[in-house]
């Protein structure tokens, strides 16, 4: 009898594993809301923080907590020049994020927030 080397499971289960990773993979939330992406990165790790200033032109600003942000392409821009001000404009903020459709998920050059 020879080995195979592959997993055997039924069709629903590969199904929902399936859909499970696609749904994490496109999302792209924010280690608060138990994100893949995001509680596997440690990007927000070199700040020494666990809030960012955010300052949008025209509005107080904000600290948010890096829990409640995304691991994005965007955030890698930021931790890398080693900034904890950041100053960007409402338009940075993805409009698809917050409808959960967001399709280029850690490669949004947006802001992920929650």
């Given at each position: 009898?020879?080995?195979?080397?592959?997993?055997?499971?039924?069709?629903?289960?590969?199904?929902?594993?399936?859909?499970?990773?696609?749904?994490?993979?496109?999302?792209?939330?924010c280690?608060?809301?138990?994100?893949?992406?995001?509680?596997?990165?440690?990007?927000?790790?070199?700040?020494?923080?666990?809030?960012?200033?955010?300052?949008?032109?025209?509005?107080?600003?904000?600290?948010i907590?890096?829990?409640?942000?995304?691991a994005?392409?965007?955030?890698?821009?930021?931790?890398?020049?080693?900034?904890?001000?950041?100053?960007?404009?409402?338009?940075?903020?993805?409009?698809?994020?917050?409808?959960?459709?967001?399709?280029?998920?850690?490669?949004?050059k947006?802001?992920?927030?929650?």
């Amino acid at each position: 009898m020879e080995k195979c080397n592959q997993v055997h499971v039924s069709v629903p289960f590969a199904t929902l594993v399936s859909t499970t990773l696609a749904m994490h993979a496109l999302s792209n939330c924010c280690r608060a809301h138990g994100d893949l992406a995001s509680t596997t990165s440690d990007i927000f790790g070199g700040l020494r923080t666990d809030t960012i200033e955010l300052r949008i032109p025209g509005l107080a600003s904000l600290n948010i907590s890096t829990d409640r942000i995304a691991a994005t392409f965007f955030w890698n821009r930021f931790v890398k020049e080693k900034r904890r001000v950041l100053f960007f404009s409402p338009d940075r903020v993805c409009k698809l994020h917050q409808q959960n459709q967001c399709k280029y998920g850690v490669e949004c050059k947006n802001v992920h927030l929650c």
